[in-house]
């Protein structure tokens, strides 16, 4: 009892706040890719007291289920939800981002980054740079393995890019900017 009403008058006095009801709540699905008759997933979701300050996060799984990746940032922060300011945008902003029609159908449709050079060639107007921490070396394996890649919008003008290998390892190979 005792316990009880320390834990009341702490609340009370403003000690931790009770969560409420999110008003931009949101969730999209969508098959992206399958794999012995059952698809990989991708997952997005919205979660915030408005769609204008939400968190968008971002999900694969494997087809057995199993989380690979995970990504969550500020929605305002991307550019796929710059008008997403009410649920139904928001809604359809989700769908967009799980949207897979990118020019990487796997990672060996990554750009050659050739021996010497500072970076992979770029690809038209889009260059492509590695995440830190992958060498030529580490990027020329993923690109022959020809893995699975799952692309998002991750900012204002780019794609973050994750290799997914055959043992469900998820690599963020790197970004492909957009031109402009």
């Keep these: 009892m005792r316990f009880a009403l320390i834990v009341t008058a702490f609340l009370a006095v403003g000690g931790v706040a009770p969560v409420q009801a ?5 969730g999209a699905a969508s098959p992206w890719m399958a794999s012995k008759g059952r698809p990989y997933m991708s997952e997005a979701y919205a979660n915030g007291a408005t769609c204008a300050a939400a968190v968008v996060t971002i ?13 969550a940032m500020p929605a305002e922060h991307l550019m796929t939800f710059v008008e997403a300011k009410t649920p139904p945008k928001m809604k359809a902003a989700l769908r967009d981002w799980l949207y897979q029609s990118h020019t990487f159908k796997s990672t060996g449709d990554l ?22 921490g992958i060498d030529q070396a580490t990027y020329a394996a993923i690109r022959a393995e020809k893995q699975a890649i799952f692309c998002y ?28």
């Design 59 to 71: 999900v694969v799984r494997a087809p057995d289920r199993k989380v690979l990746w995970v990504d």
């Design 22 to 26: 999110a008003g931009c709540n949101l």
């Design 153 to 180: 919008v991750q900012g204002m003008e780019s794609l973050a890019c994750v290799a997914i290998a055959k043992d469900g390892a998820a690599t963020k190979v790197g970004l492909q900017s957009f031109p402009g």
């Design 111 to 132: 750009p050659e980054w050739k021996k010497g050079a500072d970076s992979p060639a770029p690809l038209g107007e889009f260059a492509f740079y590695p995440e830190e």
